[in-house]
Nanobody, 122 residues
Framework: AQGVVETGGGSVEPGGSLILSCKYE???????LAWFRQVPGKGREGVAG???????LYADSAKGRFTLSKDNAANILYLQMDNLKPEDTAMYYC?????????????????WGRGTQVTISS
């Protein structure tokens, strides 16, 4: 099987933290994983991405607050989110593809997860 499943969403106060997990199944030698987020009525926004080499790229909205890490043995991509703000409230999706040049900005991916809701509210 191939695909992704997100977990870890929840409700936290501004300034709080959450860790999202993306469990992935992929058989190809190259892999590109990314996180997107979406609010109702808006398009999906790229947040961060990581390729086979483990190097992470971040959108401006995420830089300095969000951190990607990957457990290759367990096939899990983590998104550590710190100093969360109300504007971070969204459904967060994990995406998966085989691109050797990996970014978070590509609109079309082989697999999208169903999403996990993140709500930041006082």
């Amino acid at each position: 099987a191939q695909g992704v499943v997100e977990t870890g969403g929840g409700s936290v106060e501004p300034g709080g933290s959450l860790i999202l997990s993306c469990k992935y199944e992929w058989t190809q030698s190259t892999i590109c994983l990314a996180w997107f987020r979406q609010v109702p009525g808006k398009g999906r926004e790229g947040v961060a991405g990581m390729g086979t080499d483990g190097n992470a790229l971040y959108a401006d909205s995420a830089k300095g607050r969000f951190t990607l890490s990957k457990d290759n043995a367990a096939n899990i991509l983590y998104l550590q989110m710190d100093n969360l703000k109300p504007e971070d409230t969204a459904m967060y999706y994990c995406t998966l593809d085989s691109w050797r040049s990996c970014t978070y900005s590509r609109p079309n991916w082989s697999y999208w997860g169903r999403g996990t809701q993140v709500t930041i509210s006082s």
